[in-house]
């Protein structure tokens, strides 16, 4: 077995991805999200736009590592039709992306060299 040293998790991102024809989908889960884990999470701004590496539309939820199998376990039975992309925050944002994700429904390649 080969490890390698590692920055501990501090927190986690899941951002929700949705396009034109699934935004009130999105917008309709982000509001169950805020009633049901609200009290657990934080919840980033809806953008309509492609931000950072994130090759659709999405938001943000922001977690801390001791609510990740509760939020995951939560996401992963309601998410529906949309894809969620879950990453950890250990300050090596290259590598929490892209080696280090996770994802509900299906993947989609991120824009990376906007993490350079």
Do not use: C
């Not at 034109?20 to 953008?47: M, P, V």
């Not at 943000?60 to 609510?67: I, K, R, T």
Request: overall charge negative; charged content about 15%.
């Amino acid at each position: 077995m080969h490890t390698t040293a590692s920055s501990p998790v501090t927190s986690w991102h899941a951002h929700v991805y949705f396009n034109a024809s699934t935004r009130d989908i999105a917008w309709k889960l982000r509001e169950e999200i805020a009633s049901r884990l609200g009290n657990t999470l934080q919840i980033g701004r809806f953008h309509e736009k492609t931000v950072g590496p994130h090759p659709q539309w999405s938001y943000q939820l922001a977690f801390e590592p001791g609510q990740f199998a509760a939020i995951v376990e939560w996401l992963t039975l309601n998410h529906g039709s949309l894809d969620i992309f879950i990453h950890p925050n250990t300050g090596d944002a290259l590598r929490d992306h892209r080696d280090a994700a996770i994802w509900i429904g299906h993947s989609h390649e991120l824009v990376l060299n906007n993490l350079l």
